[in-house]
């Protein structure tokens, strides 16, 4: 079965909105997770890193403002897109890691209009 | 630092033939090996890994990649190709094995299975 959901799989939302995206770990307690975002017939590029109970850590170019992460639980971590714009239309992932895998989300396909 | 090259960026197979998809990787560390598959619209599956034990490894649903140091490779590959293995492919590389490191991804290929 799953071991990484995300809610929701698809959104649309008008510019300027707030958006949150969840994922959750299913299968076990995770301290790390990991978020990414992929363009279309692109690779996946790292995020962030999420920690539980402190601070993410942004990736060179990511605007930790823009791309809010909180990891308040071992089960839960949520990327917020404040105040979207159409260039923030993107396929967004996260990643859990454990048993050394990392085990990926089914994705959240964000549309900003 | 640590990089991943898919030689291919797409590939094209007749159901039932063989199917070799390329990745050539560079790490500073013994490096953890990841191949996953990514359907359209959907997320990341696990194939197989690396992770320092047996260099010849079995993944899921016939695939097998091995490791091979001296060529800085781990190309995945299929004996008999299915229509439902068409999908985009992506080689990735951990530059610690074990831990909650980062993902370099490579660009990924895409196979494409024809009748």
């Known amino acids: 079965g799953a071991v990484v959901s995300q809610h929701p799989s698809r959104v649309i939302c008008k510019s300027g909105t707030s958006v949150k995206i969840e994922c959750r770990s299913l299968?076990?307690?995770?301290?790390?997770m990991f978020w990414y975002r992929q363009f279309p017939k692109q690779s996946l590029m790292l995020m962030a890193t999420?920690?539980?109970?402190?601070?993410?850590?942004?990736e060179q170019g990511v605007e930790k403002d823009k791309f809010l992460i909180n990891h308040a639980s071992l089960t839960l971590s949520t990327l917020t897109v404040t105040s979207a714009h159409p260039e923030d239309s993107s396929f967004y992932i996260c990643?859990?890691?454990?048993?050394?895998?990392?085990?990926f989300g089914p994705g959240t396909r964000l549309l900003v209009l | 630092a640590q990089s991943v090259t898919q030689l291919d960026s797409h590939v094209s197979v007749s159901e039932g033939t063989p199917v070799l998809l390329r990745c050539n990787y560079s790490?500073?560390?013994?490096?953890?090996l990841f191949w996953y598959v990514q359907h359209p619209n959907k997320g990341l599956q696990l194939l197989l890994k690396?992770?320092?034990?047996?260099?010849l490894v079995k993944g899921i649903n016939g695939f097998e990649a091995e490791f091979k140091k001296s060529e800085t490779s781990f190309h995945l590959t299929k004996p008999s190709a299915h229509m439902s293995d068409a999908a985009e492919y992506f080689c990735?590389?951990?530059?610690?094995?074990?831990?909650?490191?980062?993902?370099?991804f490579g660009t990924g290929t895409r196979l494409q299975v024809t009748l």
């Open positions: 990643s859990v890691w454990g048993r050394e895998t990392q085990y």
């Open positions: 299968d076990f307690q995770a301290t790390t």
């Open positions: 990735v590389v951990s530059d610690e094995a074990g831990t909650a490191s980062k993902l370099t």
């Open positions: 999420s920690n539980e109970g402190s601070k993410a850590t942004y």
């Open positions: 790490s500073s560390y013994s490096p953890s």
């Open positions: 690396y992770t320092s034990a047996a260099t």
